[in-house]
Nanobody
Framework: QVLLVESGGGLVQPGGSLRLSCVAS????????MGWYRQAPGKQRELVAT???????NSADSVKGRFTISRDNAKNTVYLQMNSLKPEDTAVYYCYAQSTTTWDDFWGQGTQVTVSS
């Protein structure tokens, strides 16, 4: 089992920045890809960005150039630096990790990001 705990969400004005963090614990040796998804009210959960254990990243077109995902394997932590935030970025952001042994997906409890003036 892998436990994921997110932090860093909050209320920010349009154009502002936030950094989300997600710390993994438990069976961390089995973790491969990690990433962030988000879910806005009334919408389906969608991919924001992912990063492999080797550092290869992938991100949604809607956040390219504004959001950056990074990972510190020594700290078992994945980050999401969000710049130039827009109201449409408002959502609950979920941390994600995948086991390379069981191929199970693990999710954090979510952290709210609200972009509003």
């Amino acid at each position: 089992q892998v436990l994921l705990v997110e932090s860093g969400g909050g209320l920010v004005q349009p154009g502002g920045s936030l950094r989300l963090s997600c710390v993994a614990s438990g069976s961390i040796a089995s973790i491969g890809a990690m990433g962030w998804y988000r879910q806005a009210p009334g919408k389906q959960r969608e991919l924001v960005a992912t990063i492999t254990s080797g550092g290869t990243t992938n991100s949604a077109d809607s956040v390219k150039g504004r959001f950056t995902i990074s990972r510190d394997n020594a700290k078992n932590t994945v980050y999401l630096q969000m710049n130039s935030l827009k109201p449409e970025d408002t959502a609950v952001y979920y941390c994600y990790a995948q086991s390379t042994t069981t191929w199970d997906d693990f999710w954090g409890q979510g952290t709210q990001v609200t972009v509003s003036s």
